[in-house]
């Protein structure tokens, strides 16, 4: 397990973990900046466990996955479609991820502060909002994991990879929410990323060798990679200068100008 090529393995699919798992990152900050502070790192610890033991126990039942994660479960004759295991979770997860993010941007625009959340008691709220990181972490989960058996043919590689991965995105999740939280163009921007994501998992759900064939998650990480050092260049401008103020023609002036003509 310890040879150099296992290495190799193990540090190039941990970095890929961490890279696929910034959008879980994201949107687990989003749903954590709306707990109140004493239950973020309570939250924070479900997530980190609560991904890891999903990761392990579909690493655990990798061989079926593979042989049964592409079968076709059922085909609608309306539309002459078959559909998958993974299909169906891409599906569910992506009409989730859209709604939900929809609905937060709704909020941000609308000022609904309580919109989307049971207005029973706090725990349940708390549990109701673990349940939404869980389920989208799974649906994130199951992604990386066919990701994983391209690269490693270790199962023992994997496990220890999605761990390392976990802990790291654990460990920068406070930085990142509370900088989101802190920064609302950010937020917005973080929003409509989740938006596009919801989007390709409908697509990769629907039909996963179009999605494939038109790399669709490059041009969108690649535009959102872009779209946030902009931000990033254009915060640090308005830290550092005043607004930039338009040379508009004085109306007054040109009217007084006309008038003694």
Same mark, same amino acid.
């Given at each position: 397990?310890?040879?150099?090529?296992?290495?190799?393995?193990?540090?190039?699919?941990?970095?890929?973990?961490?890279?696929?798992?910034?959008?879980?990152?994201?949107?687990?900050?989003?749903?954590? *900046?709306?707990?109140?502070?004493?239950?973020?790192?309570?939250?924070?610890?479900?997530?980190?466990?609560?991904?890891?033991?999903?990761?392990?126990?579909?690493?655990? @039942?990798?061989?079926?996955?593979?042989?049964?994660?592409?079968?076709?479960?059922?085909?609608?004759?309306?539309?002459?479609?078959?559909?998958?295991?993974? *299909?169906?979770?891409?599906?569910?997860?992506?009409?989730?991820?859209?709604?939900?993010?929809?609905?937060?941007?709704?909020?941000?625009?609308?000022? =609904? =502060?309580?919109?989307?959340?049971?207005?029973?008691?706090?725990?349940?709220?708390?549990?109701?909002?673990?349940?939404?990181?869980?389920?989208?972490?799974?649906?994130?989960?199951?992604?990386?994991?066919?990701?994983?058996?391209?690269?490693?043919?270790?199962?023992?590689?994997?496990?220890?990879?999605?761990?390392?991965?976990?802990?790291?995105?654990?460990?920068?999740?406070?930085?990142?929410?509370?900088?989101?939280?802190?920064?609302?163009?950010?937020?917005?921007?973080?929003?409509?990323?989740?938006?596009?994501?919801?989007?390709?998992?409908?697509?990769? *759900?629907?039909?996963?060798?179009?999605?494939?064939?038109?790399?669709?998650?490059?041009?969108?990480?690649?535009?959102?990679?872009?779209?946030?050092?902009?931000?990033?260049?254009?915060?640090?401008?308005?830290?550092?200068?005043?607004?930039?103020?338009?040379? =508009?023609?004085?109306?007054?002036?040109?009217?007084?100008?006309? @008038?003694?003509?």
């Amino acid at each position: 397990m310890f040879s150099l090529s296992a290495l190799i393995s193990l540090l190039t699919l941990t970095l890929l973990e961490i890279v696929l798992g910034i959008d879980n990152v994201i949107f687990v900050s989003i749903i954590m *900046g709306r707990m109140p502070k004493a239950q973020q790192k309570k939250a924070r610890y479900y997530w980190m466990f609560g991904g890891i033991i999903i990761r392990i126990a579909l690493l655990s @039942s990798l061989t079926w996955l593979i042989q049964h994660g592409n079968a076709t479960l059922f085909t609608l004759p309306v539309l002459d479609k078959g559909f998958t295991l993974r *299909g169906l979770i891409m599906l569910a997860g992506g009409l989730f991820l859209l709604v939900k993010t929809v609905g937060e941007i709704h909020q941000k625009l609308e000022g =609904e =502060e309580h919109g989307g959340v049971p207005s029973a008691s706090k725990q349940n709220a708390f549990a109701y909002m673990i349940a939404q990181i869980l389920l989208v972490d799974m649906v994130f989960s199951f992604d990386s994991v066919i990701t994983a058996v391209g690269i490693a043919n270790q199962v023992q590689i994997m496990i220890v990879a999605v761990v390392i991965a976990m802990f790291v995105m654990f460990l920068f999740s406070g930085r990142i929410a509370a900088f989101i939280e802190k920064h609302p163009t950010l937020k917005m921007l973080a929003l409509s990323f989740l938006v596009l994501v919801g989007f390709v998992l409908l697509v990769e *759900g629907w039909d996963s060798a179009t999605a494939e064939s038109m790399h669709l998650k490059n041009y969108v990480y690649f535009s959102m990679a872009f779209s946030f050092s902009v931000e990033l260049l254009n915060m640090r401008l308005r830290k550092k200068s005043h607004p930039v103020e338009l040379n =508009e023609p004085d109306m007054d002036a040109s009217m007084k100008n006309d @008038s003694n003509a």
